[in-house]
């Protein structure tokens, strides 16, 4: 199993709402990554998880919180988003002991905040 | 700074005629180059990784360069296809702990019939 899968696939939420994007990987890796990225631009990290511990968070908004709860499985929870929050969000998956690193991305889920 | 730069910015080429796309990048420390492809809406999917010491390396249809003197690499498609149409990222990973990813803005290529 090569693949990194995300859910849902589409998302539309008002500013008051509270959701979660699912992102789960069953390749082993350890290493797991939340990006946002905006149209016609390129992904932008958000937050790395190393061995389920939050390695780097990139000075994201706290309406952004993201959670670990197994080296499958990656969570981002979103509270009280705004309309700029608007974007596709993509999962990736490493080998943390690859030595090229290469990171697997899985489909994304495009969000709408109304 | 590290950065990757692409061009052509966008790029429309007939069905079956050949494109290549180039990437110049200041990263460094280097660890590895790679090409994703990413259909619009749906997430990247790599093509070709290379280390340092490769200079060229083929997947199908695609064949990447890569001179880490100059630190150019390009990516050229061969007998495009209409489903070749998508963006072409060049990503460029440094030699750190996490490996933070440099992302090109990448290539925008429309094959037309």
């Known amino acids: 199993d090569t693949e990194v899968t995300q859910t849902p696939k589409h998302l539309v939420m008002g500013m008051t709402n509270k959701k979660s994007l699912k992102c789960e990987q069953h390749m082993g890796h350890r290493a797991m990554y939340w990006y946002k990225q905006k149209a016609k631009k390129p992904p932008e990290l958000m937050f790395v998880?190393?061995?389920?511990?939050?390695?780097i968070n990139e000075s994201v908004p706290s309406r952004f919180s993201p959670e670990c709860p197994n080296s499958s499985l990656l969570n981002l929870h979103l509270h009280a988003l705004q309309p700029e929050d608007s974007a596709l969000y993509l999962c990736a998956s490493s080998q943390l002991r690859d030595r090229a690193n290469e990171q697997y991305f899985g489909p994304g889920t495009r969000l709408t905040v109304t | 700074k590290n950065q990757v730069e692409q061009s052509p910015q966008s790029l429309i080429i007939l069905e079956g005629k050949n494109c290549t796309l180039q990437?110049?990048?200041?990263?460094?420390?280097?660890?590895?180059l790679r090409w994703y492809k990413q259909d619009t809406g749906r997430g990247p999917v790599s093509l070709t990784i290379?280390?340092?010491?490769?200079n060229t390396k083929s997947n199908g249809r695609y064949t990447a360069t890569l001179d880490a003197d100059t630190k150019q690499s390009s990516l050229h498609i061969t007998a495009s296809q209409l489903s070749d149409s998508a963006s072409y990222i060049c990503v460029v990973s440094p030699r750190a702990r996490f490996q933070k990813l440099v992302f090109g803005t990448g290539t925008r290529l429309l094959v037309s019939p």
């Open positions: 998880y190393s061995y389920e511990k939050l390695s």
């Open positions: 990437c110049n990048y200041t990263v460094s420390p280097f660890s590895n």
């Open positions: 290379m280390t340092f010491s490769e």
